[in-house]
C-alpha cells in the first residue's frame, strides 16, 4: 500500500515543483547570509575581539533555515494534501476505505507519503551547507544537526495538520486553503511576540511553532519543544482518522473531535512546561559559565525572577533571549514572572515608579536590580541565597570569519539559483515521465 501512495505523491510534477522553488527561496536566503556575513567578516579578520562574534550558526544556518520555514509553510500543504484529496476528488475514497478495511493503517500509508513528499525541501539546505564547508566555512555539526532536527519535526506537523485538513474537506483546494488557515493563524500569534497591545495574546504563544523553534535553532535541544510538536502532530493525524471513518455517524465522530482536541490541548499544554534543555553549541556558548551553571543547580528552592518590563521593551527581548535562557538550562525549573503583561493599559507600566526592575528570590532571600546584565543577575541570585559567585570564566568562542568573494561567490550563487532548482526538476521529469 505505502508503494501505490509513494507513486501519487512522488509521480506528481508538483511535488518536484514544489521542491525546486524551495530550494530556491532557501538559496536566495543563503546568498544573501554569504554575501553579509562576508561583508561584516572584512573588518573583522584583523581584530580578535570582533571575530568573536561571527557565528556560522547564526550568521549562515538561521538565515538559510529562514527560507526553509516559509517554503515549508506556504508549499508544503501543496503536496502534503495531495495523498487523501486526490481520492475524495475521483470518487476512490470510499472504496479505498473499504478495501483497506483498517483507516489508521490508510491514514498512516497517506502521510507517510506526503512526508517524503515535503521532506524534499530538505534537500537545498543540506547541499547548500555542505557547499558553505566546501568554500573554507566553518560548521559544528551538532548545533546545525539540531537545528535541522527542528525542522524535520516542523515537517512532520505541516504533514499532520494537512492530512487532518485533507480528510475533513472535499477536494484539494478546500484541503490546502483549510492547513494554510491554521498555519496564518500561527503567524498571528507569532505577531503578538513584541508588542505590549497584543499582551492578551500572550498565553496563545504557547502554541506557536516559532516559539519552540527558536530554542533549538540556537543549537540547545529542548524536550519541550519536542514533546509540544510531536503532541501537535499526533493529534492532527488523530483528528484525520476521525475524519476518514465513514462508519460513524455525525454525533460520534462530533464527540471523538471534541475528545481528540481538549487531549490534544491538555497535553500540548504539559509539554510545553518541559524546561529540560541540553546546550550543544560548540564550546557551550549557550550556557553561563561551567563553575556559575554549577552552583546555580545546587542552590535550594525554586529560583523566581519578576521581571517589570513591557512587551515592546527591547531590554525584555534581550533578557529572555539571553540571560533567562541560559538559566534555564542551568535550572529548568527557574520562574519567570512578567506582572506587566496583566495590564490593561500597555503605557500604564512604563509611568510607574519601579518599572524596569528585576527582582530575584533564591534560597529564601530576595534582591533588586535595574540592569538586564547576565552577570549582574547571576550574581544577585547567589546573594539573595547567602552564597558568593563563582568563578566567571568561560572558554572563549574563537569566531570563525570568512570572506567569500570571486569565483567561489559565483559557485555559490549559480548553485543556489541554478544548480538545485535544475537538479529537482530534472530528477522529476525523471520520475514523472510516462
Do not use: N
Given at each position: 500500500?505505502l508503494?501505490?501512495?509513494?507513486?501519487?505523491?512522488?509521480?506528481?510534477?508538483?511535488?518536484?515543483?514544489?521542491?525546486?522553488?524551495?530550494?530556491?527561496?532557501?538559496?536566495?536566503?543563503f546568498?544573501?547570509?554569504?554575501?553579509?556575513?562576508?561583508?561584516?567578516?572584512?573588518?573583522?579578520?584583523?581584530?580578535?575581539?570582533?571575530?568573536?562574534?561571527?557565528?556560522?550558526?547564526?550568521?549562515i544556518?538561521?538565515?538559510?533555515?529562514?527560507?526553509?520555514?516559509?517554503?515549508?509553510?506556504?508549499?508544503?500543504?501543496?503536496?502534503?494534501?495531495?495523498?487523501?484529496?486526490?481520492?475524495?476528488?475521483?470518487?476512490?475514497?470510499?472504496?479505498?476505505?473499504?478495501?483497506?478495511?483498517?483507516?489508521?493503517?490508510?491514514v498512516?500509508?497517506?502521510?507517510?507519503?506526503?512526508?517524503?513528499?515535503?521532506?524534499?525541501?530538505?534537500?537545498?539546505?543540506?547541499?547548500?551547507?555542505?557547499?558553505?564547508?566546501?568554500?573554507?566555512?566553518?560548521?559544528?555539526?551538532?548545533e546545525?544537526?539540531?537545528?535541522?532536527?527542528?525542522?524535520?519535526?516542523?515537517?512532520?506537523?505541516?504533514?499532520g495538520v494537512?492530512?487532518?485538513?485533507?480528510?475533513?474537506?472535499?477536494?484539494?483546494?478546500?484541503?490546502?486553503?483549510?492547513?494554510?488557515?491554521?498555519i496564518?493563524?500561527?503567524?498571528?500569534?507569532d505577531?503578538?511576540?513584541?508588542?505590549?497591545?497584543?499582551?492578551?495574546?500572550?498565553?496563545?504563544?504557547?502554541?506557536?511553532?516559532?516559539?519552540?523553534?527558536?530554542p533549538?535553532?540556537?543549537?540547545?535541544?529542548?524536550?519541550g519543544?519536542?514533546?509540544?510538536?510531536?503532541?501537535?502532530?499526533?493529534?492532527?493525524?488523530?483528528?484525520?482518522?476521525?475524519?476518514?471513518?465513514?462508519?460513524?455517524?455525525?454525533?460520534?465522530?462530533l464527540?471523538?473531535?471534541?475528545?481528540?482536541?481538549?487531549?490534544?490541548?491538555?497535553?500540548?499544554?504539559?509539554?510545553?512546561?518541559?524546561?529540560?534543555?541540553?546546550?550543544?553549541?560548540?564550546?557551550?556558548?549557550?550556557?553561563?559559565?561551567?563553575a556559575?551553571?554549577?552552583?546555580?543547580?545546587?542552590l535550594p528552592?525554586?529560583?523566581?525572577?519578576?521581571?517589570?518590563?513591557?512587551?515592546?521593551?527591547?531590554?525584555?527581548?534581550?533578557?529572555?533571549?539571553?540571560?533567562?535562557?541560559?538559566?534555564?538550562?542551568?535550572?529548568?525549573?527557574?520562574?519567570?514572572?512578567?506582572?506587566?503583561?496583566?495590564?490593561?493599559?500597555?503605557?500604564v507600566a512604563e509611568?510607574?515608579?519601579?518599572?524596569?526592575?528585576?527582582?530575584v528570590?533564591?534560597g529564601?532571600?530576595?534582591?533588586?536590580?535595574?540592569?538586564?546584565?547576565?552577570?549582574?543577575?547571576?550574581?544577585?541570585?547567589?546573594?539573595a541565597?547567602?552564597?558568593?559567585?563563582?568563578?566567571?570564566s568561560?572558554?572563549?568562542?574563537?569566531?570563525?570569519?570568512l570572506?567569500?568573494?570571486?569565483?567561489q561567490?559565483?559557485?555559490?550563487?549559480?548553485l543556489a539559483?541554478?544548480?538545485?532548482?535544475?537538479?529537482?526538476?530534472a530528477?522529476?521529469w525523471?520520475?514523472?515521465?510516462?
Open positions: 500500500m508503494a501505490r501512495e509513494l507513486a501519487i505523491v512522488l509521480r506528481a510534477r508538483v511535488t518536484w515543483l514544489q521542491a525546486a522553488l524551495a530550494a530556491f527561496l532557501v538559496g536566495h536566503g546568498v544573501l547570509a554569504v554575501d553579509l556575513y562576508s561583508a561584516g567578516s572584512r573588518s573583522a579578520l584583523t581584530q580578535r575581539l570582533m571575530a568573536r562574534e561571527f557565528d556560522p550558526l547564526l550568521g544556518v538561521r538565515p538559510t533555515l529562514g527560507g526553509l520555514y516559509l517554503a515549508i509553510s506556504l508549499l508544503g500543504p501543496l503536496v502534503a494534501a495531495r495523498p487523501l484529496a486526490v481520492e475524495k476528488e475521483r470518487r476512490t475514497f470510499g472504496a479505498l476505505v473499504l478495501q483497506v478495511g483498517a483507516p489508521a493503517r490508510l498512516a500509508a497517506k502521510a507517510a507519503a506526503a512526508l517524503v513528499g515535503v521532506a524534499l525541501q530538505l534537500v537545498a539546505p543540506v547541499a547548500l551547507l555542505v557547499a558553505w564547508c566546501a568554500v573554507g566555512g566553518h560548521m559544528s555539526g551538532w546545525a544537526a539540531v537545528a535541522f532536527f527542528a525542522y524535520a519535526l516542523y515537517v512532520v506537523v505541516v504533514v494537512t492530512t487532518a485538513a485533507a480528510a475533513w474537506t472535499d477536494t484539494l483546494a478546500q484541503a490546502v486553503t483549510l492547513a494554510l488557515v491554521v496564518i493563524v500561527s503567524w498571528a500569534i505577531a503578538s511576540e513584541g508588542f505590549a497591545a497584543l499582551a492578551w495574546l500572550g498565553r496563545a504563544l504557547d502554541w506557536s511553532v516559532t516559539t519552540h523553534l527558536g533549538m535553532e540556537r543549537g540547545t535541544l529542548w524536550f519543544g519536542i514533546l509540544w510538536m510531536g503532541v501537535v502532530a499526533f493529534g492532527a493525524l488523530a483528528l484525520a482518522w476521525v475524519g476518514v471513518r465513514i462508519d460513524l455517524g455525525r454525533p460520534r465522530r464527540a471523538a473531535v471534541v475528545a481528540l482536541l481538549v487531549a490534544t490541548a491538555g497535553a500540548g499544554t504539559l509539554a510545553h512546561q518541559v524546561r529540560r534543555t541540553f546546550d550543544l553549541t560548540e564550546d557551550r556558548r549557550a550556557s553561563l559559565p561551567p556559575a551553571e554549577r552552583g546555580l543547580r545546587e528552592g525554586h529560583p523566581t525572577v519578576e521581571v517589570y518590563l513591557d512587551r515592546d521593551d527591547a531590554r525584555r527581548r534581550q533578557l529572555e533571549t539571553d540571560t533567562l535562557a541560559k538559566l534555564r538550562i542551568a535550572r529548568p525549573d527557574l520562574e519567570v514572572e512578567t506582572p506587566t503583561d496583566a495590564r490593561s493599559d500597555p503605557g509611568r510607574d515608579e519601579g518599572y524596569g526592575r528585576i527582582v528570590h533564591a529564601g532571600g530576595t534582591r533588586e536590580t535595574y540592569s538586564t546584565s547576565r552577570r549582574e543577575i547571576v550574581t544577585l541570585l547567589f546573594e541565597a547567602g552564597q558568593s559567585l563563582p568563578e566567571w568561560q572558554p572563549e568562542y574563537p569566531g570563525y570569519p570572506v567569500v568573494t570571486g569565483s561567490r559565483t559557485a555559490l550563487v549559480v539559483y541554478v544548480g538545485l532548482p535544475l537538479v529537482l526538476l530528477a522529476g525523471l520520475v514523472t515521465r510516462s
